[in-house]
């Protein structure tokens, strides 16, 4: 028996634990979306938002503040997890896409809610892919080697 046959018969065996394993990533995935874009898919305006402060540049606590403006009053909001890295980011010059509800327009979210459902698709494949191809070779492999 080659190495992909014996690969087929022990993902057959395991395969429901990697598609369970996409399955919770996936619910995170739907809870985080939930949270931050969610309140934004209805009753929502898309407008121009200006960085204005970077903080923590280069670690993974990175992030910025921008600004922008509904009726000639000034709002001010916070970068999102999933958002650009604050090292593209020139405050004051760079000019950022930016969601802000119709009926309490100092909520708001950098970013539009069509790119935050793309991101949020593009992660499900990701996952999909390091689940139910990567994953399981690799642990298949490390199996084999432990063995031989």
């Known amino acids: 028996m080659g190495w992909l046959d014996g690969f087929r018969d022990w993902y057959v065996t395991h395969r429901s634990k990697f598609l369970c394993l996409w399955g919770l990533l996936n619910v995170f995935l739907l809870i985080m ?36 403006e509904v009726d000639g009053q000034a709002y001010t909001g916070e ?40 991101l949020l698709i593009r992660l499900s494949l990701v996952f999909a892919m390091l689940c139910l191809a990567v994953l399981p070779v690799l642990l298949y492999a490390r199996g084999m080697r432990s063995r031989g």
Do not use: E
């Not at 969610?38 to 503040?65: L, M």
């Not at 958002?83 to 509800?101: E, H, L, N, Q, S």
């Open 79 to 118: 970068s999102g997890f999933f958002d650009a890295r604050c090292d593209t980011m020139v405050p004051g010059v760079t000019v950022i896409p930016v969601t802000y509800r119709a009926d309490n327009p100092s909520q708001s979210m950098s970013g539009t809610v069509h790119a935050a459902n793309r």
């Open 33 to 68: 979306w939930m949270a931050n874009v969610s309140p934004f898919t209805h009753a929502s305006v898309v407008s121009k938002a200006t960085v204005v402060a970077v903080r923590n540049c280069g670690t993974k606590a990175d992030g910025y503040t921008y600004r922008y």
